[in-house]
């Protein structure tokens, strides 16, 4: 007689968050809400009309400090016919407040409503320009302590 291996039918459950702990990647989902609507113009009252929404839940919703559901994401992404992926791709490392931080910085949004304008593959050679000249300047800020790898 052999015996048999037990397969649990649903999955370990996982951490749920406590009350008061983010989501990390609501800041950068929040930060790309606010770009759009910045870029085109727009403020968060009249977004949020738009929408169905208070001008403060909508303002929370780009701070990343309280989750946006999916019919409220679509909504917005057909307001500035963009697509669901324009909030989710290239999401960065979980860092929170990082690309909060780089959506309430004018310069960014500047940048990025410029970019917005470009073809394609311009625009991503400018990314590219970007990533490349933030590297050169992170490692031009590290100490060289005179010792090579």
């Known amino acids: 007689m052999h015996a048999q291996a037990t397969v649990p039918l649903r999955p370990a459950p996982t951490r749920r968050r406590t009350r008061g702990e983010s ?5 950068t ?24 929404l208070s001008h403060q839940q909508l303002q929370k919703y780009e701070a990343g400090t309280n989750h946006i559901p999916v019919e409220c994401l679509h909504k917005i992404a057909l307001l500035y016919g963009v697509s ?36 394609p593959e311009l625009a991503r050679a400018l990314l590219h320009v970007i990533r490349t000249a933030t590297v050169k300047e992170n490692e031009l800020a590290m100490p060289d302590d005179g010792e090579h790898a």
């Not at 989501?23 to 800041?27: E, F, K, N, R, T």
């Not at 770009?35 to 169905?52: D, E, F, Y």
């Open 23 to 27: 989501c990390p990647v609501l800041p």
């Open 84 to 119: 669901l992926d324009t909030f989710f791709d290239d999401l960065p490392p979980a860092v929170p407040g990082s690309v909060a931080a780089a959506g309430r910085n004018r310069l960014a949004m500047q940048i990025a409503a410029e970019a917005q304008s470009l073809p």
């Open 29 to 52: 989902i929040g930060a790309r809400i606010r770009v759009l609507r910045v870029t085109h113009g727009q403020s968060q009252a009249a977004i949020a009309q738009q929408i169905g």
